[in-house]
């Protein structure tokens, strides 16, 4: 009998060979499909394969915050989206984390404004300040808020106290490309040795379009503001809230008075010798008013072209309006309308139909619309005489009758 051969020689042994074979073959292939997954999970890209289409829609776990699909990519993830799509899903994050009460602002007048409305804070936190990783919701999204850069204002309202700058303010921010800081940062008058590097950290971060602003209404009366702002840039455009000088005295004299109730009578403060009718111009509610004086100062250092007047009354009995021609001024589409605006009736100002961020229907808090006292009818005689050719002087430097002289 011829010897079996070894296929012959071991007929037993050779299948559960090629079985553990085969065994040890799907282990590897185990342990790598699990490796690769693991991988991939680091990577977090588990959560972000449904791509754009599906990320964008869908409700949310978190409390208002983005759908999670939406904020679970990385930046690595979202550069492989088309750049419309990388653009709307960063407003939608800006959105949301502009729904955060952040850091309060400076002045106490506008942190009781911040604090009645927390859905309109910006902050310095709005702004990056307050973006802290504890903060921030799980995932990526603390490195998608890092995306946009921190720039410099290209836009600033300057002035005028108590000429509704918060709420020319809040009504741009319902803009889609404007970024603004909530808080007053005081750079030009009270920060400036901080340095430009401070300051523009202040700022919120923005995406290519979108233009980063701040209001601080002292600017308008401060002497060196004029050249520290055109020594950053000078193309910086200013934009100025001016009311009636008479009234804004009254509206100041009159968040001073909420502050210390003990203070003498507008009526005391206004003159310097009251039977001789010698205005105070020292006191500054009465000195902001001059505005023509002030602009004097500016236009040394920017042309009017660059300086955009905004009227405190039109702001009020027409908001649609005046925002109009800021966001023709700004170079920006005009998105805001008089469809965001409705009369509130117990507030007796314009208010938003839905608040930057929140969507619900919005009015600035009770600091800013405040009653002011009755003040005796002579002294507001005797002021409006005072006003009146620093009035028209106004007028004619800057080609636009504001109408306070009747
Ligand atoms: N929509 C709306 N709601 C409430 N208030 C409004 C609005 N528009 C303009 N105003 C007027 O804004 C005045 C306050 O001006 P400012 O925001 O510039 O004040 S501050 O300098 O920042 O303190 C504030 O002044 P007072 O009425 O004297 O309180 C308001 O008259």
């Known amino acids: 009998m011829a010897p079996a051969g070894p296929a012959g020689a071991h007929p037993t042994s050779a299948e559960p060979l090629s079985r553990s074979v085969f065994r040890k073959f799907l282990l ?5 499909l699990t490796s690769l997954y693991v991988f991939y999970c680091l ?3 588990c959560q972000t394969l449904s791509g754009p289409g599906v990320g964008l829609s869908g409700s949310s776990a978190e409390a208002g915050a983005p759908d999670r699909g939406v904020l679970a990519g990385g930046p690595r993830e979202l550069a492989m989206w088309p750049a419309a799509a990388q653009r709307k899903r960063l407003l939608q994050l800006q959105q949301w984390r502009r729904r955060r009460p952040d850091a309060p602002p400076d002045d106490r007048d506008e942190v009781a404004w911040e604090e009645e409305t927390p859905g309109l804070a910006g902050g310095p936190g709005g702004s990056g300040a307050g973006s802290s990783v504890a903060e921030a919701p799980p995932g990526t999204l603390a490195l998608l808020l890092d995306e946009g850069t921190k720039q410099l204002p ?3 309202i300057i002035g005028v106290k108590k000429g509704g700058t918060r709420a020319l303010l809040e009504f741009l921010r319902v803009h889609p490309d404007v970024r603004a800081v909530g808080a007053e940062p005081h750079f030009f008058d009270r920060s400036y040795d901080k340095g ?3 300051y523009r950290d202040l700022m919120p971060r923005t995406l290519e379009g979108q233009i980063t602003m701040e209001k601080t209404p002292s600017y308008f009366v401060t002497r060196e503001a004029p050249a520290r702002i055109s020594a950053m840039s000078r193309d910086t455009k200013l934009i100025v809230v001016v009311r009636d000088p008479v009234t804004r005295a009254i509206s100041d004299y009159t968040q001073t008075l909420s502050k210390r109730p003990d203070i003498p009578t507008f009526e005391s403060l206004t003159f310097k010798n009251r039977s001789a009718g010698l205005v105070d111009t020292s006191w500054s509610a009465i000195q902001i008013g001059i505005y023509a004086k002030h602009l004097e100062k500016w236009l040394r250092h920017f ?3 660059q300086m955009l007047f905004v009227s405190g009354e039109r702001l009020i009995s027409d908001p649609a309006g005046e925002l109009g021609r800021v966001q023709d001024f700004l170079g920006l589409k005009r998105i805001i309308t008089d469809k965001h605006f409705y009369f509130n009736k117990t507030k007796g100002f314009p208010c938003l139909k839905k ?3 929140s969507g619900k229907p919005h009015c600035l808090g009770k600091t800013k619309g405040r009653t002011h006292p009755h003040i005796d009818r002579e002294v507001v005689r005797r002021l409006r005489d005072f006003y009146r050719p620093f009035n028209r002087k106004f ?6 009758d504001f109408g306070w002289d009747g």
Not at 28 to 32: E, F, M, R, Y
Not at 395 to 400: A, C, F, I
């Open 154 to 156: 290209q836009a600033i």
């Open 355 to 357: 608040a930057e961020g």
């Open 28 to 32: 590897v292939l185990c342990s790598l």
């Open 196 to 198: 430009l590097a401070w």
């Open 395 to 400: 007028y004619q430097m800057t080609g636009l």
């Open 303 to 305: 042309p009017l072209g």
């Open 43 to 45: 990577a977090e890209r």
